[in-house]
């Protein structure tokens, strides 16, 4: 254990869990929670403290298990379709009827006729006990019907009512206490000014404990001040099995957890072989266990999937819940840091037969990675990365039957994708659209070998002046390819409101006073820009930002939103989405690029119903500077 450390050496995940544990048993942390009884409606969900036997049999009697008439089987023998036999001796019972005395066997309603007489004909010879449950078939008393540590499912309720019980002796929840620090968050509802963060950290860890079972509480933000948050961590961990101090766990000036934990209680660990992740805070304060976990919501999901809910389920006496795992093949290169085990989260599909995995922004603050991902791969600490095509292990996160319904969609980012995404959703919500922003020519490459359903493409071919079809030939030459026009889209300078520094066209940006904001090389818009600038023989080197990267149009408006650049080139629609200006500078096509089975492909019918649809069609022109004259017409 340590001591006092600003920032101790990067410790891999498993020791940094024993070590965790081993500074908690010395702290004197219970290793188990209280033993509670609770009426049996209310323990789904629960986890088991003691075996769950059965206090009486289930069926308690015999009894009918169809309706019908019971019977003597001995008195339907001989019994056939040539020579029926007439029954006099038989009780009509419905289905969970207890089995009259003496009568050993029911037949169902539909095989008996029943005469004017009052007699009943059968035509087939029944033997004893047909259609008979008998006493203990499901559950006989005393016999074990759930252990110790198993978390109840309503099936589970369901048996041991049956069974006899009317309350069970589980794990109470475990409490955690959630502690927002840093004098820049504020309330989720409030508009925060700039350097202002809204404290979605606390609804999503608070959501990720009552997902493993446990009752989560979020204290109020607590300024960054040593013994204010020293307070509020004595008071959180006076009610909580685990306190969760959120921010404040790295080495910087107003970094204060590790020093807090140390001064306070134990400090276990600081500094974890994790990435993202890399600055968790483990540690013990009066008898209770303290995770400080990062500030940036990706980090602090994964810390508390890696460190926190193995200690809940443990507080519970239960196994910690594993995801289901399958084969993957990569669909892009994968870069890792040596030394640290890299958690990515992954985009899934299944493309040929095989699932893909497509690697989503890897930004410890990118939440929205978080929210697109269907899978996770973790890249070991020996490991350096991943080539595109290489087969890698993936936790999933959705079914694979799901992923199975996935479009799977690289290339060039375009807004009418995003709204197809969501229209096709909202149609049948079985259906998928998953977009990755890897440009023009990253999305033909995956085309080419296998990894994606359709690339979204409109690279212009400087010496012909056509847009995408040279690069078809050029990549995909060898194989048969379809192409269908998607939208005609404005490309243009996007402008701060009122055009404030006078710019007309790509000329302007080579001087002094314009900051520039570029797109991914292998972009269409890269590469338009790149055949603007040559064709007025200016060098990229005269631009000031050409080397400041984004991946999508709304990015860059983003950016000249934000006033962290003048101008940048995108689509009219991304200005408009911000109330940005625009200087118009080409119309160009963007056309959706794909197999030719992939037409007749039942995956890809709800696509190409949606391009037909005249509502959806609408929609895209809404967003100004688009034309559907063409969507949905096969230019290959």
Request: proline share 7%; aromatic share 4%; with cysteine.
């Amino acid at each position: 254990m340590v001591a006092d450390s600003p920032f101790v050496s990067d410790v891999p995940a498993a020791e940094a869990r024993e070590a965790w544990h081993q500074g908690c048993v010395a702290a004197g942390c219970p290793a188990r929670v209280d033993v509670v009884r609770v009426p049996i409606g209310d323990a789904i969900g629960r986890v088991t403290a003691e075996p769950v036997r059965a206090r009486r049999s289930s069926p308690a009697f015999d009894s009918a298990a169809m309706d019908g008439i019971a019977v003597h089987a001995a008195d339907t023998v001989g019994a056939a379709e040539t020579t029926p036999v007439r029954l006099t001796d038989f009780v009509v019972v419905d289905t969970g009827d207890p089995l009259p005395e003496g009568y050993d066997a029911v037949i169902m309603r539909e095989h008996v006729h029943r005469l004017s007489d009052g007699t009943a004909e059968v035509r087939a010879a029944t033997p004893p006990y047909q259609h008979v449950r008998s006493i203990g078939e499901d559950i006989s008393a005393t016999e074990l019907l759930l252990p110790a540590g198993h978390r109840l499912r309503p099936v589970d309720v369901a048996a041991a009512a049956a069974a006899g019980a009317v309350d069970l002796a589980v794990r109470r929840a475990p409490v955690v206490i959630i502690v927002p620090t840093g004098d820049e968050i504020r309330p989720v509802g409030t508009e925060p000014s700039p350097g202002e963060i809204l404290d979605t950290n606390s609804l999503m860890l608070a959501g990720q404990a009552r997902d493993v079972g446990c009752e989560a509480r979020v204290m109020p933000i607590v300024r960054d001040d040593p013994a204010v948050i020293t307070d509020a961590l004595r008071a959180a961990a006076a009610e909580a099995d685990l306190v969760v101090l959120i921010a404040g766990s790295s080495a910087g000036r107003h970094d204060f957890t590790a020093r807090v934990v140390a001064g306070a209680g134990t400090l276990a660990v600081h500094g974890v072989a994790v990435r993202p992740g890399h600055p968790v805070v483990l540690g013990a304060v009066d008898a209770t266990p303290v995770l400080g976990a990062p500030g940036y919501p990706v980090s602090a999901s994964l810390t508390f999937d890696i460190f926190a809910a193995p200690l809940l389920a443990a507080l519970q006496g239960v196994a910690p819940r594993e995801r289901p795992t399958t084969t993957a093949r990569l669909a892009r290169k994968l870069g890792s840091t040596a030394g640290m085990d890299d958690w990515v989260r992954v985009r899934l599909g299944r493309v040929g037969g095989e699932v893909v995995a497509t690697p989503l922004p890897r930004g410890a603050g990118v939440l929205t990675s978080l929210v697109r991902a269907d899978g996770l791969l973790v890249v070991p600490a020996g490991v350096e990365g991943h080539h595109a095509g290489e087969h890698v292990r993936v936790e999933l996160l959705r079914g694979l039957e799901e992923i199975g319904r996935t479009i799977m969609a690289i290339g060039s980012h375009d807004l009418a994708l995003d709204m197809a995404a969501s229209a096709l959703r909202t149609a049948d919500p079985l259906v998928t659209l998953a977009t990755s922003n890897a440009g023009s020519l990253g999305g033909l490459l995956a085309l080419r070998d296998g990894l994606c359903h359709i690339a979204g493409s409109h690279l212009l071919d400087p010496a012909t002046g056509e847009y995408t079809l040279p690069y078809v030939d050029k990549i995909l030459g060898g194989d048969k390819i379809a192409v269908v026009r998607l939208v005609h889209r404005e490309q243009g300078l996007i402008v701060a409101p009122g055009n404030p520094l006078g710019l007309s066209g790509i000329d302007d940006l080579v001087r002094k006073d314009v900051r520039y904001v570029n797109h991914q090389p292998g972009g269409g818009t890269r590469a338009l820009l790149d055949h603007e600038l040559a064709r007025r023989d200016l060098d990229p080197g005269q631009v000031s930002g050409y080397s400041r990267e984004e991946n999508t149009h709304l990015a860059v408006a983003a950016a000249v939103a934000a006033g962290r650049a003048d101008t940048g080139l995108g689509i009219r629609a991304a200005a408009r989405a911000f109330e940005l200006d625009f200087v118009p500078v080409a119309e160009e096509p963007y056309d959706l690029v794909l197999r030719e089975s992939g037409l007749h492909d039942e995956l890809l019918a709800p696509l190409w119903a949606l391009l037909e649809s005249p509502a959806f069609r609408a929609e895209v022109e809404a967003l100004g500077g688009y034309s559907c004259s063409e969507t949905g017409h096969r230019i290959r």
